[in-house]
């Protein structure tokens, strides 16, 4: 993986004067010469809207932003194109699954079942469904190392349980929720199974129908695509029972004076102008992925893993969150070090050229569960080696003695 190296330019930055350890790949990650280089062509040779005009350069841009949409469904193990929505990321498909599928299919008295890890962006939506129409909402406790917690969900989930929205790998504790066993409980008690794939799909191989999902949503910049681009993918007969929230230019069949008739889905819930170069710079994501294979990002990451848990654990005072074993989880670690807040520790490691995230995560009620306020976090991504593992290590050690004695 380190021939990899190369495609990605801003590795070879230097942050305050040392070399860049890019370790915050959960929040976002960088994209390789392939990307931008596509994107930057399509600008200079093909820029058009799309689905509006027969002159060439529309024709051109329409095929490339249709072609993208096939490669996404083979990406995640879908049979259908048409079943593939253009999103903003992660952050907007959650928000139409709850106001436009729950708004009209989740009524009071019913239940809506979240868990205690999950990002904002997959409980707030709920939360404010939950509200709007009367509905409850409950949570799926965890174990004692953070793994979501089958026995709980077999409680939480009743017969009055409409929907169960969980992540599929979480951005917090690296662990990889088993989708496919919660999805079968809910669909025992005629529930549809929700996933937030953000912090999955980029690290391992997705079989969207093998999981049982009935949608499932995710952000291209978060698998080396630019930002302002993601998806939401939902079975044919759910997208065709969900409402669109925006109206405008491209999602009509036929405008009267008094009534519209909507397109079938997916062009239903894409209205204006799209963000074209962000589909095409997505498919060439999908590309770079494909080539150098899942399977070898996975095995990479569990092998980076591997090398520094062991040697996080050996520090004194770290506590870390999730479970101990790396076969288990992603290459996302959540710590704290004994009298240190994680923000100086972050600041810290910057001096040393080491990117890392500091704060809640977007995971204020997991933080709470965890009775903490914030974390730092370091997460690993295809382009990150061993190097950079030492070099992280040997930051904190650096940073435990400053803040210990005054100096390093």
């Known amino acids: 993986m380190n021939d990899l190296l190369e495609d990605f330019p801003i590795l070879k930055e230097m942050i305050n004067d040392e070399k860049l350890v890019y370790l915050d790949n ?11 280089d596509t994107i930057r062509y399509y600008y200079e040779h093909d820029n058009a809207n799309v689905h509006r005009g027969v002159h060439t350069l529309a024709e051109r841009a329409t095929k490339q932003y249709e072609q993208v949409r096939e490669k996404v469904v083979n990406f995640i193990g879908g049979n259908d194109p048409h079943e593939v929505v253009y999103t903003k990321g992660t952050t907007e498909a959650l928000n139409w699954v709850a106001a436009g599928y729950g708004a009209t299919h989740v009524h009071a008295g019913d239940e809506i079942v979240v868990s205690y890890m999950e990002h904002h962006s997959n409980i707030v939506p709920w939360q404010q469904l939950a509200a709007k129409v009367g509905a409850k909402l409950k949570y799926i406790t965890l174990t004692a190392d953070g793994q979501l917690d089958l026995e709980s969900a077999k409680h939480v989930i009743t017969d009055k349980t409409v929907l169960v929205s969980l992540c599929h790998a979480s951005n917090v504790l690296g662990v990889v929720n088993p989708i496919k066993e919660v999805a079968q409980l809910a669909h025992q008690h005629g529930a549809i199974m929700v996933v937030d794939g953000a912090q999955a799909v980029p690290h391992m191989r997705v079989n969207v129908q093998k999981l049982g999902a009935d949608f499932y949503a995710f952000s291209g910049h978060k698998m080396l695509g630019p930002t302002g681009i993601g998806v939401l993918w939902g079975k044919k ?12 230019g491209e999602m009509i069949a036929n405008v009267g004076l008094y009534h519209t008739d909507f397109k079938e889905p997916p062009y239903k819930f894409e209205g204006g102008t799209q963000n074209i170069a962000g589909v095409v710079g997505l498919g060439a994501a999908i590309d770079y992925l494909t080539e150098v294979g899942l399977d070898n990002v996975t095995a990479h990451e569990k092998s980076l893993s591997k090398y520094v848990l062991p040697k996080l654990q050996k520090i004194p005072g770290i506590e870390i969150y999730g479970p101990s074993d790396p076969d288990i989880r992603t290459g996302v670690l959540s710590f704290n070090l004994t009298g240190i807040h994680p923000h100086d520790l972050a600041s810290a490691l910057d001096m040393d050229g080491v990117a890392v995230r500091a704060g809640h995560h977007c995971a204020q009620p997991l933080m709470k569960y965890l009775g903490v306020g914030a974390t730092a976090r370091a997460s690993f991504y295809l382009y990150n080696t061993k190097a950079d593992a030492d070099l992280f290590i040997n930051a904190i050690l650096e940073a435990k003695e400053f803040f210990s004695n005054g100096s390093f």
């Open 26 to 36: 959960a929040a976002t990650t960088q994209k390789p010469k392939q990307v931008l």
């Open 237 to 248: 007969e759910l997208l065709a029972g969900m409402r669109p929230l925006e109206f405008g």
